[in-house]
């Protein structure tokens, strides 16, 4: 198995070298994109994870714009297949990646740190941290980066769009990538603030160690939304920003936050009439995946 997930990283490294003396081609760049793609499922499916969370790719055959699709901390790329049939049919090329959120994701990305081509050398320097505990949002963050970055090589007309955590991983990547813009869905960024909040937080002032080992997922998950927010002072690129007016997880606060840090005119907030956090899924979603497609034709 070794010898076939090397072969396939050296056909991602030769596609890489030629798209670098003829990025025109769409024929090299399309079968750039099925490699690497291949790569990511030949070791996903290795570590077990099952074939509707894999990650998935609908490529078109024209030149077309993409979009990488990050779904929510609860969920897998299966709950954004919807969106990204929509998506599709309507021109885009769509890649949903899994995340690694927990072992055999952390999995997933360590392997694609020891084999992905030119990303290689940045990838190695991180490998040194490994999550004992919660949700691993460090290797989140640059397992999602590793895949833009193909997807960027396959097209400068890269979009992101996010779902709840999703949507967070989206910020960052916008501070740090040349993607066009983001969609974002339900972003996590403020928690609503019910009575088991408060108590996390009071808990974790107090003994913040005792807060990590009986809640690691809330407390590795809190740190990040913190470290997000506190690096969101400016954003360029046109946003969209979907949420439910009374969701029951994340609060509105997060849509207003991230309206008063915008600054493209081209930038879109649409609260909708719901209390569901899953936009992505049920009878908001259409209306959701129609907004997603309006926004991405205008930036």
Same mark, same amino acid.
């Given at each position: 198995?070794?010898?076939?997930?090397?072969?396939?990283?050296?056909?991602?490294?030769?596609?890489?070298?030629?798209?670098?003396?003829?990025?025109?081609?769409?024929?090299?760049?399309?079968?750039?994109?099925?490699?690497?793609?291949?790569?990511?499922?030949?070791?996903?499916?290795?570590?077990?994870?099952?074939?509707?969370?894999?990650?998935?790719?609908?490529?078109?055959?024209?030149?077309?714009?993409?979009?990488?699709?990050?779904?929510?901390?609860?969920?897998?790329?299966?709950?954004?297949?919807?969106? $990204?049939?929509?998506? /599709?049919? *309507?021109?885009?090329?769509?890649? #949903?990646?899994?995340?690694?959120?927990?072992? @055999?994701? !952390?999995?997933?990305?360590?392997?694609?740190?020891?084999?992905?081509?030119?990303?290689?050398?940045?990838?190695?320097?991180?490998?040194?941290?490994?999550?004992?505990?919660?949700?691993?949002?460090?290797?989140?963050?640059?397992?999602?980066?590793?895949?833009?970055? $193909?997807?960027?090589? /396959?097209? *400068?007309?890269?979009?992101?769009? #996010?779902?709840?955590?999703?949507?967070?991983? @989206?910020? !960052?990547?916008?501070?740090?990538?040349?993607?066009?813009?983001?969609?974002?869905?339900?972003?996590?960024?403020?928690?609503?603030?019910?009575?088991?909040?408060?108590?996390?937080?009071?808990?974790?002032?107090?003994?913040?160690?005792?807060?990590?080992?009986?809640?690691?997922?809330?407390?590795?998950?809190?740190?990040?939304?913190?470290?997000?927010?506190?690096?969101?002072?400016?954003?360029?690129?046109?946003?969209?920003?979907?949420?439910?007016?009374?969701?029951?997880?994340?609060?509105?606060?997060?849509?207003?936050?991230?309206?008063?840090?915008?600054?493209?005119?081209?930038?879109?907030?649409?609260?909708?009439?719901?209390?569901?956090?899953?936009?992505?899924?049920?009878?908001?979603?259409?209306?959701?995946?129609?907004?997603?497609?309006?926004?991405?034709?205008?930036?």
């Amino acid at each position: 198995m070794k010898d076939t997930l090397a072969r396939i990283d050296h056909s991602v490294w030769e596609l890489g070298k030629l798209i670098a003396k003829n990025p025109g081609s769409l024929t090299l760049r399309s079968d750039f994109l099925k490699f690497f793609h291949e790569s990511r499922i030949f070791i996903e499916r290795k570590v077990g994870v099952s074939e509707t969370d894999r990650s998935f790719l609908y490529l078109q055959r024209r030149e077309a714009p993409c979009c990488l699709l990050l779904h929510g901390a609860g969920g897998t790329p299966a709950e954004m297949r919807d969106l $990204a049939e929509h998506l /599709f049919q *309507s021109g885009y090329t769509v890649y #949903g990646m899994n995340l690694p959120l927990n072992g @055999a994701g !952390n999995h997933v990305a360590h392997e694609a740190a020891r084999s992905a081509f030119h990303w290689r050398r940045f990838l190695d320097k991180q490998r040194g941290y490994v999550s004992r505990a919660g949700y691993n949002w460090q290797r989140c963050l640059i397992d999602s980066k590793v895949v833009l970055d $193909a997807l960027l090589t /396959f097209s *400068s007309n890269t979009s992101i769009v #996010g779902f709840s955590f999703g949507g967070t991983l @989206a910020l !960052n990547l916008l501070q740090d990538s040349r993607v066009r813009g983001a969609a974002l869905i339900s972003p996590a960024l403020f928690p609503v603030a019910d009575g088991r909040y408060f108590a996390f937080k009071l808990v974790r002032s107090v003994v913040p160690f005792a807060a990590k080992g009986i809640v690691p997922k809330e407390y590795t998950l809190m740190q990040f939304l913190e470290k997000t927010r506190s690096r969101l002072k400016k954003i360029e690129q046109p946003i969209l920003v979907i949420h439910a007016s009374h969701d029951r997880i994340v609060s509105p606060k997060s849509l207003r936050h991230l309206k008063g840090v915008s600054s493209n005119p081209k930038s879109r907030f649409e609260l909708l009439r719901s209390d569901r956090h899953v936009l992505v899924k049920g009878e908001d979603a259409a209306a959701v995946a129609k907004l997603c497609v309006g926004f991405l034709r205008e930036i």
